[in-house]
């Protein structure tokens, strides 16, 4: 309430008469004792890190440490005393095979008899300190518990000594120095205290049975398991097959591989170790750190030959040549440097991007480095750039295949000779390997096969996986003798071997490895295969790449039919049946129907099939290629045979390909386009290749060799045509045919050139051309369509005008039944034409221009006639109806002779001896024929 004095509470003012004013002193005192405190704490822990050494590899290594003596007491003599003289040089004990290794080591003097004066003997508690949960995954490499043997002897611990390092001082194996004294890998290590030395063991250690290859590297076993070893970066098997280097943190540990007894530990490395890599000889080691440090060492004693910043980041991966003479650093500070070995300078220098990876080909002539999008080769002589290799993920790791023709990254797999891209795998940051046969890739503990891309399965890991090592990078190397495998991983490294007999496998036909050249389609043929058996024996889809060298097995071969045929005529038109249906396993969309001059062979947009097979030969890849039909809406054909059938060319974007319709082998490229390639022509004797592209220019070449022979600039043509004589090269764009005169050598050297190269433009041109031409087989007339009455959309009646290619005149204009032409055939003889219009069909002589006969297949039904031809021997007509019916006339009578149902016909072709009718029905190609009897 206002104006009342407020009153503190009794026990404030009860405090305030008893508690007098504390002074200054009073009032420092709790501060001081706990700065007291706090300072007695740190001393505390100081000493505590600075007296008892955990028992970690990764310890920091002493500046003397001792090693006991080789003498050890006899049986019944008092285990000896460990005292510590100065260092001296003493040898290490040989390694397996003739080589040996000598190490400045210290060496401690051992009491040799009973009668010197006694020492007090300080034996180390068995006891370990209280147990903490580590926060890496143990591994369970420790044995079990082994009892004290009087030949046991005592070691004195040195300050900063690891179990590793005592082990391999005394060597004995790390396994049993930690059972005899009931240590684990946790457990502590106390200066002057004494441990249990055991004596040397006389185990036998299992034997790998087998190379491991694609065979047996699913069935490998556990041979050894490093003890205490975490967070390996990279493992590496000496050349020599006498070490295993690991490396761990900021530390190297070289294991002995005849008895897997730990040798030494390097460590100057004061960052973590990303890399390792012994030397061709086995005499070096060189390693590169987080920080970019790179050290060389001497193997036989562990002395530093060598070490710099060669980087300012990360070192990510270092790679010997073959005869190691170049080493090979990649780093994120975007460089690559090459070092020559015998003075450790820089050699050459690639700046610019962060690389990931580099690696040598097995004959050093190549050196690949994988940047974050694509891998680069370069040639050795020199390091000029010679091919880029576009990757699908980031190549962390790369490796060769022991032959050299296939390139791996830890995504992705290439053949070396012609950059193709084969395989991609998901992506990863694990080590990469091939197996010995090359027929295996392993990424980490996947492996995939390297003939299909397909998973072949995944190496188990013997110790227990961690949840952060799930997902960690993991380190492979195999053994110089291909019988061992190394795997390392933040769980640890471990050694993996067959050591049971090696499977048996049961091979799936006969084995083949593809030639140069090969393909899938050619090989399936060759062997009589069909290519959809061949794909499923061997695994493969039609978007697996072949590549040279690559692994299939052969099975039974298959015929499409066994027996000749008979002539399709008037006697056997009636009795045709369907012989067999082309296998479409891998085809891209069919078009029209052309067969090779010697009738074994049909292309269909853009495939080649051998009919007697059946199969697939040639399948070409830019879909691209593919147009279609004004008329039709249907792919014309794309691949054009030769004169003589020996070869077929196919246009690939701007460049032409040349192809064996023989045996299916590539055979040679003709490159000089600068667009897509539009059109093509052989001459009459298929040395002279003509072509137009748009980069509109028409191009000569010769065909033997892919020499460019003559070009003329400024025109494109959508087809093209040689006349008989090879004196002209007709060219049709939009409505206009244009004709070019030639000059063609086929004698000798074939030459060709363009006689109207002079004035840039044809001698002779014929516009007005909208629909549908053909070239007589003499050459001496162009058929076209033209409008008589009317305009181009809109024409009430068209006519088959004739144009002599010689005088440049229409010389004939023929009519059909009715106002509209389907389509027009010439007879082989180029005396008759044939037209057909609506549902009729009129035949004409082309020099008297008398109608010869008239056609109406169908009554009843108005069948319209889409397409008609004439078959080899000019004595039938056969035309292809609306109602999916197949009709064949005798020219000389008008009769109908038979008629075959198909449904769904859109083109059909009749093989030059007359033997076989193809129809392709939808998207299958059937053959029919009379078998011989």
């Keep these: 309430m206002p104006g009342r004095e407020k009153r503190q509470p009794y026990w404030a003012e009860h405090l305030e008469r008893r508690v007098p004013r504390p002074s200054v002193w009073r009032k420092l005192a709790l501060p001081l004792s706990m700065l007291g405190i706090t300072v007695g704490l740190f001393l505390i822990v100081i000493g505590a890190w600075l007296m008892p050494v955990h028992l970690r590899i990764d310890s920091p290594l002493?500046?003397?440490?001792?090693?006991?003596?080789?003498?050890?007491?006899?049986?019944?003599?008092?285990?000896?005393?460990?005292?510590?003289?100065?260092?001296t040089a003493s040898p290490t004990p040989a390694l397996p095979g003739d080589a040996a290794v000598s190490m400045v080591t210290p060496s401690p003097t051992v009491a040799a008899s009973a009668q010197e004066t006694e020492t007090p003997e300080t034996t180390l508690s068995p006891t370990p300190g209280p147990t903490a949960t580590p926060w890496y995954t143990p591994l369970p490499t420790v044995a079990l518990l082994i009892s004290p043997s009087p030949e046991s002897a005592d070691y004195t611990i040195q300050y900063g000594d690891t179990l590793f390092d005592i082990a391999g001082y005394t060597r004995v194996a790390l396994e049993n120095l930690m059972g005899v004294n009931a240590m684990e890998c946790s457990s502590r290590l106390y200066p002057g205290k004494s441990l249990l030395v055991p004596p040397p063991s006389d185990v036998e250690f299992p034997q790998p049975r087998a190379v491991l290859d694609t065979n047996t590297i699913l069935h490998v076993d556990l041979l050894h398991a490093m003890p205490c070893t975490t967070d390996v970066a990279d493992v590496a098997f000496s050349p020599d097959q006498q070490l295993l280097a690991v490396a761990q943190q900021t530390d190297i540990l070289l294991w002995q591989l005849d008895a897997w007894l730990p040798l030494r530990r390097l460590r100057e490395h004061r960052r973590p170790v990303t890399r390792i890599a012994f030397s061709p000889d086995s005499t070096q080691l060189v390693t590169g750190g987080v920080d970019g440090t790179l050290f060389v060492w001497q193997v036989s004693d562990g002395a530093v030959l060598w070490n710099s910043r060669a980087h300012r980041g990360e070192i990510t991966d270092l790679a010997f040549s073959p005869a190691g003479d170049f080493l090979v650093s990649t780093s994120l500070d975007r460089t690559v440097r090459v070092w020559n070995t015998a003075d450790w300078q820089v050699v050459h220098e690639e700046s610019g991007y962060a690389a990931y990876s580099a690696a040598f080909s097995p004959d050093g002539s190549l050196l690949a480095v994988g940047y974050s999008d694509r891998v680069l080769l370069f040639s050795v002589d020199g390091f000029a750039l010679v091919k880029e290799l576009p990757a699908t993920s980031v190549p962390h790791n790369l490796a060769f295949s022991h032959d050299g023709l296939l390139l791996a990254s830890n995504g992705d797999m290439w053949q070396v000779a012609d950059g193709r891209h084969i395989y991609q795998w998901p992506e990863s940051t694990h080590r990469v390997a091939f197996t010995p046969d090359d027929l295996s890739l392993l990424i980490g503990r996947t492996v995939w096969q390297v003939s299909n891309g397909l998973q072949q399965g995944e190496i188990p890991f013997p110790l227990p996986i961690s949840q952060r090592a799930a997902y960690a990078a993991e380190s492979i190397a195999f053994s110089p003798d291909m019988r061992m495998l190394a795997i390392g991983n933040q769980d640890g490294a471990v050694v993996m071997a067959l050591l049971t007999d090696a499977p048996q496998v049961t091979a799936q036909g006969r084995p083949y490895r593809l030639k140069e050249g090969d393909t899938f389609f050619n090989v399936a043929a060759a062997h009589d295969m069909p290519l959809s058996t061949f794909l499923s024996t061997n695994a493969l889809s039609c978007d697996n790449v072949p590549f040279t060298n690559q692994l299939v097995h052969l099975v039974v071969p298959h015929k499409a039919w066994g027996s000749g045929l008979r002539v399709l005529d008037k006697n056997t038109f009636s009795s045709m049946q369907e012989l067999t249906q082309l296998?479409?396993?891998?085809?891209?969309?069919?078009?029209?129907?052309?067969?090779?001059?010697?009738?074994?062979?049909?292309?269909?947009?853009?495939?080649?099939?051998?009919?007697?097979?059946?199969?697939?030969?040639?399948?070409?890849?830019?879909?691209?290629?593919?147009?279609?039909?004004?008329?039709?809406?249907?792919?014309?054909?794309?691949?054009?045979?030769?004169?003589?059938?020996?070869?077929?060319?196919?246009?690939?974007?701007?460049?032409?390909?040349?192809?064996?319709?023989?045996?299916?082998?590539?055979?040679?490229?003709?490159?000089?386009?600068?667009?897509?390639v539009t059109a093509m022509a052989f001459d009459l004797h298929g040395g002279v290749l003509a072509s137009a592209g748009l980069d509109k220019?028409?191009?000569?070449?010769?065909?033997?060799?892919?020499?460019?022979?003559?070009?003329?600039?400024?025109?494109?043509?959508?087809?093209?045509?040689?006349?008989?004589?090879?004196?002209?090269?007709?060219?049709?764009?939009?409505?206009?045919?244009?004709?070019?005169?030639?000059?063609?050598?086929?004698?000798?050297?074939?030459?060709?050139?363009?006689?109207?190269?002079?004035?840039?433009?044809?001698?002779?041109?014929?516009?007005?051309?909208?629909?549908?031409?053909?070239?007589?087989?003499?050459?001496?007339?162009?058929?076209?369509?033209?409008?008589?009455?009317?305009?181009?959309?809109?024409?009430?009646?068209?006519?088959?005008?004739?144009?002599?290619?010689?005088?440049?005149?229409?010389?004939?204009?023929?009519?059909?039944?009715?106002?509209?032409?389907?389509?027009?055939?010439?007879?082989?003889?180029?005396?008759?034409?044939?037209?057909?219009?609506?549902?009729?069909?009129?035949?004409?002589?082309?020099?008297?221009?008398?109608?010869?006969?008239?056609?109406?297949?169908?009554?009843?039904?108005?069948?319209?006639?889409?397409?008609?031809?004439?078959?080899?021997?000019?004595?039938?007509?056969?035309?292809?109806?609306?109602?999916?019916?197949?009709?064949?006339?005798?020219?000389?009578?008008?009769?109908?002779?038979?008629?075959?149902?198909?449904?769904?016909?859109?083109?059909?072709?009749?093989?030059?001896?007359?033997?076989?009718?193809?129809?392709?029905?939808?998207?299958?190609?059937?053959?029919?024929?009379?078998?011989?009897?």
């Design 62 to 87: 002493p500046v003397s440490a001792p090693q006991v003596a080789a003498n050890l007491p006899a049986e019944g003599e008092p285990s000896p005393q460990v005292t510590h003289p100065p260092p």
């Design 583 to 676: 296998d479409m396993t891998c085809a891209l969309p069919p078009g029209e129907l052309r067969f090779s001059p010697a009738s074994d062979a049909l292309v269909s947009g853009l495939g080649m099939w051998k009919l007697a097979q059946g199969s697939l030969l040639v399948q070409g890849t830019d879909r691209g290629q593919l147009p279609l039909d004004e008329e039709t809406a249907m792919p014309r054909a794309v691949l054009l045979f030769s004169p003589d059938g020996s070869l077929v060319a196919e246009p690939n974007e701007n460049r032409i390909l040349l192809w064996s319709s023989l045996d299916g082998r590539f055979q040679r490229a003709l490159e000089g386009h600068t667009d897509r």
């Design 697 to 933: 220019t028409l191009r000569l070449w010769r065909v033997s060799d892919g020499t460019l022979l003559d070009t003329i600039p400024g025109y494109t043509a959508e087809s093209l045509a040689f006349t008989p004589d090879g004196t002209t090269l007709l060219s049709v764009a939009g409505d206009t045919v244009r004709f070019w005169a030639l000059d063609i050598n086929d004698l000798g050297d074939v030459q060709a050139s363009f006689l109207d190269k002079k004035s840039g433009t044809p001698h002779d041109s014929l516009p007005g051309v909208h629909w549908a031409q053909h070239l007589s087989p003499d050459g001496q007339y162009l058929g076209y369509v033209a409008c008589e009455d009317g305009t181009v959309s809109n024409c009430k009646q068209q006519v088959l005008n004739l144009y002599s290619v010689q005088r440049g005149v229409i010389a004939h204009t023929f009519y059909g039944v009715k106002s509209t032409i389907q389509d027009f055939a010439f007879s082989f003889d180029a005396s008759q034409v044939a037209i057909a219009t609506d549902n009729a069909v009129v035949v004409w002589n082309i020099e008297d221009e008398e109608r010869v006969q008239q056609f109406i297949p169908d009554r009843k039904w108005a069948e319209f006639v889409n397409t008609l031809f004439y078959t080899p021997d000019d004595a039938y007509l056969v035309t292809v109806g609306s109602n999916r019916r197949i009709r064949f006339w005798d020219v000389r009578t008008g009769d109908l002779i038979s008629t075959l149902r198909v449904p769904d016909i859109r083109s059909v072709a009749l093989s030059p001896d007359q033997h076989i009718l193809a129809v392709l029905a939808g998207n299958e190609i059937e053959l029919y024929g009379v078998l011989q009897k």
